[in-house]
């Protein structure tokens, strides 16, 4: 099924700018471009295009809402930048399985500064409370020599 008609599918009679999540996981771009995705989609959060076979944002429209983008298994290889003018507030960015040869072309990103991957926000807190106890657990050790 093409991006258009998934698109048309997955808003079901509702507006656009009703939509706060939207998959268009395994649909297909017909020429490696973001397509039937506008504008008017100005309360969307979460968007996820996994295995669309995009190869540039270019025609990505500005999504100012947009926090979480999921773009795993396309055929990105640039056009980063896109994201930093189009997606100000985005937090969590997957491209994994995508042909990024270069950490240069990463850098475009830079702009943004506020990406984690969710592995680092679940796994910081978490380790850091084991160090704060193992600290707890040496000081109390000091106390009853």
Request: charged residues 35%.
């Amino acid at each position: 099924m093409d991006m258009k008609k998934r698109i048309t599918l997955e808003l079901r009679n509702r507006s656009p700018a009703e939509i706060v999540e939207l998959v268009l996981d395994n649909s297909r771009s017909a020429d490696g471009e973001v397509e039937g995705l506008t504008d008017e989609f100005t309360e969307l959060e979460f968007l996820s295009m996994v295995n669309v076979g995009l190869s540039s944002l270019t025609k990505l429209p500005p999504l100012p809402k947009l926090r979480k983008l999921e773009l795993s298994d396309n055929n990105l290889s640039g056009s980063l930048e896109t994201l930093a003018e189009k997606c100000p507030n985005l937090t969590y960015l997957n491209l994994s399985g995508n042909k990024i040869k270069e950490l240069s072309t990463l850098e475009a990103l830079a702009v943004i500064g506020r990406i984690s991957s969710a592995d680092d926000q679940a796994g910081a807190p978490g380790q850091k409370r084991k160090r704060e106890v193992e600290d707890e657990g040496e000081e109390d050790d000091d106390e009853e020599d």
